[in-house]
């Protein structure tokens, strides 16, 4: 079986991997970083989102293989150790940007990546960068709103809608 190396969170791991196996489940199942989540078999849902050298990577679509020599993030890298919140999750929890969570691992991390490279998005280009991500619950509305106070924007004309 083919070898592995890739950073994930910091931490070098080195595994073998079949090469069939997908990003997603060698983070899930190979390291036990379960918060990254799998929402659908079509990659659609984007709840497996995670970093990969810094961009957001469905890691439904990746084969491990490939990931090999590069540096994952996933939601449990960007979490602080002592389990409390980053300025994203906290954003969202006082925004109600979630309602059952099951996406917000992914929404998270496409929020961070979207923030890193544009840190004062409009909501429209909030709203672009979560295409990929789907939530069945908020209706996105909260989720924008979240992120826009993530970037320390006013969003009370937002909550006026
Ligand atoms: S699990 Fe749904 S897009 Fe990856
Ligand atoms: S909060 Fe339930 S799917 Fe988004």
């Not at 970093?51 to 993030?73: F, I, N, P, Q, R």
């Not at 939601?75 to 389990?83: F, H, L, M, R, S």
């Not at 709203?127 to 320390?152: F, M, P, Q």
């Amino acid at each position: 079986m083919p070898q592995v190396t890739m950073t994930v969170n910091g931490r070098q791991v080195m595994r073998e991997v079949e090469g069939r196996t997908l990003l997603v489940q060698f983070l899930r199942e190979g390291l036990g970083l379960t918060g990254t989540h799998v929402g659908c078999d079509t990659s659609q849902c984007g709840a497996c989102v995670v970093h990969v050298d810094g961009k957001a990577v469905k890691s439904c679509t990746m084969l491990a293989a490939e990931a090999d020599g590069a540096e994952v993030t996933t939601i449990e890298g960007v979490t602080p150790a002592d389990g409390g919140m980053n300025p994203v999750q906290k954003a969202f929890q006082d925004h109600h940007g979630l309602q059952c969570g099951f996406c917000t691992p992914g929404m998270v991390m496409t929020a961070t990546a979207l923030l890193a490279e544009n840190p004062r998005p409009s909501p429209q280009e909030i709203r672009d960068a979560l295409e990929g991500n789907i939530c069945r619950c908020t209706g996105y509305h909260n989720i924008v709103k979240a992120i826009l106070a993530a970037s320390g924007q006013d969003v009370s004309a937002l909550a006026a809608e």
